[in-house]
């Protein structure tokens, strides 16, 4: 019996130990690319731009053009502007979003994790209610800042949680 608590005890601190985390300059970094990179997004999509310069033939798995060809792996040509800006996106918001604390420890994990959670759900409910409401391009439309809808709203609530338990922590020190 005491061989096996003894081998969770050790399991249970090595899961503890665990770094998926960037490390918190990240954050900053993520941030700096991620404001102008929004704006950028926002421009490129609402005015639909496609540069020239960024027209290459790029390898395809699958391409079927609205009144065009259909095929499985091969090149196909391509404005590559709103691929960059949503690699950038995902990138940055993975930078903001998954970067440690400065104090990162048992609390601020729960946190993590409930936000994470909670973010999922959003995510899912916005997913549901647009397959039972909305259509055709729309749809299409919702599904791409979909993509970026979990991400965004779990640094958004685990920042605001964090900053909550901050302003208590603050009060109780004061007191």
């Given at each position: ?7 969770c ?7 503890m130990?665990?770094n ?9 970094i993520?941030?700096?690319?991620l ?10 999509v ?7 310069m ?12 609205i009144?065009g ?8 040509e ?44 959003v ?17 299409l439309?919702?599904?791409i ?19 909550k338990?901050?302003k ?5 020190e004061?007191?």
């Amino acid at each position: 019996m005491i061989k096996i608590s003894y081998i969770c005890v050790n399991f249970k601190f090595y899961v503890m130990k665990l770094n998926y985390l960037f490390p918190h300059r990240f954050k900053r970094i993520g941030t700096l690319i991620l404001i102008p990179f929004i704006l950028i997004g926002w421009y490129v999509v609402n005015y639909d731009i496609e540069p020239e310069m960024f027209d290459f033939n790029v390898p395809a798995i699958f391409v079927d053009e609205i009144m065009g060809e259909k095929f499985v792996f091969g090149m196909t040509e391509n404005n590559i502007l709103n691929e960059i800006v949503g690699v950038v996106l995902i990138i940055s918001f993975l930078m903001v979003a998954f970067s440690k604390e400065k104090q990162e420890d048992e609390l601020i994990a729960k946190i993590r994790l409930d936000s994470l959670v909670w973010a999922t759900y959003v995510n899912y409910a916005v997913l549901l209610f647009s397959m039972l409401f909305i259509y055709g391009m729309s749809f299409l439309w919702v599904m791409i800042f979909n993509m970026f809808t979990i991400l965004l709203c779990f640094s958004f609530r685990f920042n605001w949680q964090v900053k909550k338990l901050n302003k208590t922590r603050s009060y109780e020190e004061e007191y």
